[in-house]
């Protein structure tokens, strides 16, 4: 069975950085693509940045130049450097993985269970 834990998030005052992690295990036949969203209170789930070996990273474009994915393929591991923090960026940041268990089965989107993000003073 195919799982996401995220790890990383907390309180951190404005201007200040975190770094987001994210696992997968389980079947995984291959992961093709691995990337954060967030969710904040009273507004819809939005992309936060993707990365692919099809095209590379891709970025919103309020993260643009603050937010920096990665990725270790040997430990299925995605990362979420997040700098100069603001406070519209407290959310619930989700993982989320597109993974083939085998090569008979198709693709599929995975989600972890979230992490809190918080920027106040």
């Known amino acids: 069975q195919v799982q996401l834990v995220e790890s990383g998030g907390g309180l951190v005052q404005p201007g200040g950085s975190l770094r987001l992690s994210c696992a997968a295990s389980?079947?995984?036949?291959?992961?093709?693509?691995m990337g954060w969203y967030r969710q904040a209170p009273g507004k819809q789930r939005e992309l936060v940045a993707l990365i692919t070996s099809v095209f590379g990273t891709h970025y919103a474009d309020s993260m643009k130049g603050r937010f920096a994915i990665s990725r270790d393929g040997a430990k299925n591991t995605v990362y979420l450097q997040m700098n100069s923090l603001k406070p519209e960026d407290t959310a619930v940041y989700y993982c989320y993985a597109a993974i083939r268990r085998s090569a008979t089965l198709p693709q599929r989107d995975y989600w972890g269970q979230g992490t809190q993000v918080t920027v106040s003073s």
């Open positions: 389980g079947m995984l036949f291959s992961v093709n693509t």
